[in-house]
RNA sequence: GCGCCCAUAGCUCAGCUGGAUAGAGCGUCAGCCUCCGGAGCUGAAGGUCGUAGGUUCGAAUCCUACUGGGCGCACCA
């Protein structure tokens, strides 16, 4: 907080002189870090920019700016380096003394409602690895959003009328004969979890609609039936889905990741949200119908005027085919209105589950009354919806829907947070049993298939770490005195630790190209790294309270703090760096690139081991000297426990 | 055909709105536990930033064209 107050008034000063002495308006100052510390702590190029539009040369523009400069508390000093540059040095002492108070303190609340939606997982089948990035990446957000003072509202979406659903319902019904007695006895049986058994069943079901083509057809009846609430059939999707989402929850919570609602798609249809969208939609003008032509009898979306969708062969979108029913595309704009409070009807609500901790989990419902008890959700301001790349055309549709509509603002602030997909290795892929062809084992990754079957399950991926992390922990002597299940415990913590970071260290751009031995290392670059070196530092200051030696970290010390000289460069880049991280939350949020937290915390806990091996703490006699180190740890501490309780990286008492 | 994404060290990736000598992890090699925990630390080797032009005082970063790879562009969800 302190850094980027020092940041802004910095700039404001910079640009009133160079309009004072130059009469020239800079709108933006780039100040960042040098890129060595021995160049100062912040620097600009700012009068290499000014050269030509002054026509003086840089280093005599400097030399003029820097001259009796008025520079913000904590900066001590300024000078001119390297081709023109202003090169700003802290006051390192009072600057810590002034930033260990307000390590990781938020900026000012915007308070704006705000909805997330993420995982969104078809509840049909087990969730993979490639569910797990989305809803690591949807929950770090919601953190991070709640963390900058945003109201989150966190919104997983629930197809329960999709045809991937039908189809598992297809399979019970025709290829094994079962109805709702049976499937219950499926869902009942501890021996295979239900989500397990319907993945095999879904690539089963998949293999007999390719040698039964004329098998489609009870696709589409179900489907039907599913959608009318129709019959036993009707039922029987309901129950599958039910318990899928159940799983999948249970799956999620294994990483700490909760929702606050559950809206499902039966309900959207139940409610009638699209055909008062479709009303809006013919009012604006937004879509017509189709008199002639290739889509004779459906309501499209013209899209070929907007520049996003110019030069394409198909600009125009169906929203209602020629039998009357509506597409998928239609839906999802009417469900976007609704999560902007601009549909004028809403769903009811029941609760689904209260978590552990307490917080409920609420559904939609079409219960004739709504749970009183129910918050108000929906109305935000800004919707995030995280989905894959793939999708990124539809949202593109839908975001163009809202502004046809008239509601710019919503178009604006319907934000597509997308990822690149998760694949596996070739030699992943082999592992589990995939055969691949000469092509597929010559590629850098393959892709999963939940249609074939082919993919890495989220609960068996987190089995493999936990076990791995639960031997590490024995093997590692640190355990003595541990039952089993406190091992195991400890050993959940580290797997969790090791997948969130996992999923976030990697650009969201970038294709996961998922190995098995990649992902259950737990050295280097990796979030057991960031827990042990947090570990340590909790470590040192318990070792410490034991032997009675005074850290002098408590307020009267920091009071009575006089760092003045005694920093070193190692001790105070660890400082620097923990005053980074507030802006780098923003940064991350504001481009969506998770990954920049991680790596500004991967760079700050390497500084601090590095630190911790040249700077003993514990058995430092001379008091001003423990004093100082003890501060760059303290420093260190809370930046760390903060920011990965921000990413929901547990840290365990010792590992 | 049109659109989006990716290409940086042997491998996996960083590189913030253009800025100073392109950085990590893994792997390889050489070291470090009578000293707060070795899931650690120190050092070494390793890079024509896909190619070719261009803009700029300055380009891995911006523009253009190409090459290679991936993904989209349904009256499917």
Sequence with gaps: MILEQITAQLSETLKSRVLVLFGHAVDRVVLQAPPRLAMGDL?????????????????????????????????????????????????????????????????????????????????????????????????????????????????????????????????????????????????????????????????????????????????????????????????????????????????????????????????????????????????????????????????????????????????????????????????????????????????????????PDGHVLWESSHDSETDPAAPKFGGAKKVFNVIDVRQSYLQKVVKEGLRLLGYTREADNSIHFSYEMVALTPATAKALGMELSAEDAGRAYVEMSGRKGLGVKADDLMDAMQQKATDAVRDGGKAEGLSDEEMRALGRTVAVAALRYFMLKYGRNKVIAFDFDEALTFEGDSGPYLQYSTVRVHNIFRKMKERGVDALIDDRSLDALTLNEGLTDEMWELVRLSADMPAAIRRAVDSLELSVVTHQLLELAQKFNSFYHKYPILNEKDDAERQRRAVCAEVFRRTMTKTLELLAIPVPERM
């Design 43 to 355: 620097a600009t190029p700012l009068c290499l920019e000014l050269a030509k539009a002054l026509k003086r040369k840089p280093r005599e523009i400097a030399e003029t700016m820097a001259k009796d400069l008025e520079l913000p508390t904590f900066v001590e000093a300024v000078s001119v380096e390297g081709a023109g540059y202003l090169n700003f040095r802290f006051d390192r002492g009072a600057f810590t003394a002034a930033h260990i108070r307000t390590v990781m303190e938020p900026g000012p609340a915007p308070g704006e409602r705000v909805i997330v939606e993420h995982t969104n997982i078809n509840p049909n089948k087990a969730a993979h690895i490639g569910h797990i990035r989305n809803a690591v990446l949807g929950d770090t957000l919601v953190r991070l959003l709640r963390w900058l003072g945003y109201r989150v509202e966190t919104q997983n979406y629930i197809d329960d009328t999709g045809v991937q659903v039908a189809d598992v319902v297809v399979g019970f019904e025709r290829l094994q004969k079962e109805g709702v007695a049976e499937v219950q006895k499926h869902i009942d049986d501890p021996s295979v979890p239900f989500d397990y058994y319907c993945w095999d069943l879904y690539s089963r079901m998949a293999v007999y609609y390719q040698e039964n083509p004329e098998a489609q057809q009870w696709r589409r009846d179900t489907l039907h039936r599913i959608e009318n609430q129709e019959g036993e059939t009707a039922q029987l999707a309901a129950l599958v889905a039910r318990a899928i989402v159940k799983q999948h929850i249970a799956t999620m919570l294994r990483l700490d990741i909760t929702y606050d609602l559950l809206p499902k798609e039966s309900d959207i249809i139940h409610q009638h949200f699209w055909a008062r969208a479709f009303e809006m939609l013919k009012e604006s003008g937004a879509i017509t119908l189709e008199q002639e032509g290739k889509h004779k009898g459906c309501w499209v979306m013209k899209l070929a005027e907007t520049e996003q969708f110019e030069g394409m062969d198909e600009p125009d979108k169906i929203l209602v085919r020629s039998n009357g029913t509506v597409t998928y595309t239609g839906k999802d704009i009417a469900y976007q209105l609704w999560k902007f409070g601009l549909l004028d009807r809403t769903f009811n609500y029941r609760k689904f589950l209260t978590y």
